[in-house]
């Protein structure tokens, strides 16, 4: 059986120079990085198979990232923005129910959920997850708990950030060979579990 060709650029196969703007580069290298993680691991997907990929010099790569680690940490932001959007949420029930809805695209493509995993586990030379993620969640708990005072708000909101995150989903479908509905259910119990240690008197009257 014959190995699959590597795709190429009309400029490419012309002999043109390729000349390409370097967001619209390092978008295409990150989407085609997305493409192989179908066939193979992070690991084994090489700068040159990624070039060859992409139909750009192995070079250009290394000028967008040049360590692996800021390639994991970038590829990691794009199929988090691009793959498992959190979904819009206000309150802590919309929070819930968001966090649901991305454990069960993470069991859909579990490739992808994996590289966010490992991103967030290492040292991040960039941020593993947006920091979107964590200002919504500040801004949840401004609604719900208006009276917490900022050191408990961040405090919280950490904790409530990586209960939702790619990492402990990981943790809990490798650890325990758990599918989403049951990474959900104790999804459901840590929040329970955090937002029981906030006083009463913190809690936005109804």
């Known amino acids: 059986m014959n190995a699959p060709q590597p795709r190429e650029s009309p400029a490419f196969r012309r002999g043109e120079e390729v000349k390409e703007d370097p ?99 290492i040292s991040p030379t960039l941020d593993a997850e947006p920091a979107y993620i964590t200002r919504a969640i500040e801004a949840m708990l401004d609604v719900a708990a208006p009276t917490l005072n900022r050191r408990d708000r961040r405090r919280v909101a950490a904790s409530l950030r990586y209960f939702s995150s790619a990492m402990f989903w990981a943790r809990l479908r490798t650890g325990f060979d758990a599918d989403a509905d049951e990474i959900c259910d104790v999804f459901d119990r840590a929040v329970d579990t955090v937002l029981a240690r906030l006083p009463d008197a913190t809690w936005a009257k109804p």
């Open 23 to 121: 967001v619209d580069t390092a978008t295409a290298i990150l989407a085609s990085a997305a493409v192989l993680l179908r066939e193979r691991t992070f690991d084994d997907i090489s700068y040159r198979a990624l070039a060859d990929e992409v139909g750009i010099s192995e070079r250009t790569i290394y000028r967008q990232y040049p360590t692996r680690a800021h390639l994991l940490a970038a590829l990691s932001n794009w199929i988090e923005q691009t793959c498992f959007p959190l979904p819009p949420f206000v309150t802590v029930s919309d929070f819930r129910a968001a966090v649901h809805e991305r454990f069960r695209a993470f069991d859909a493509s579990p490739a992808y959920a994996y590289v966010g995993a490992r991103a967030s586990a």
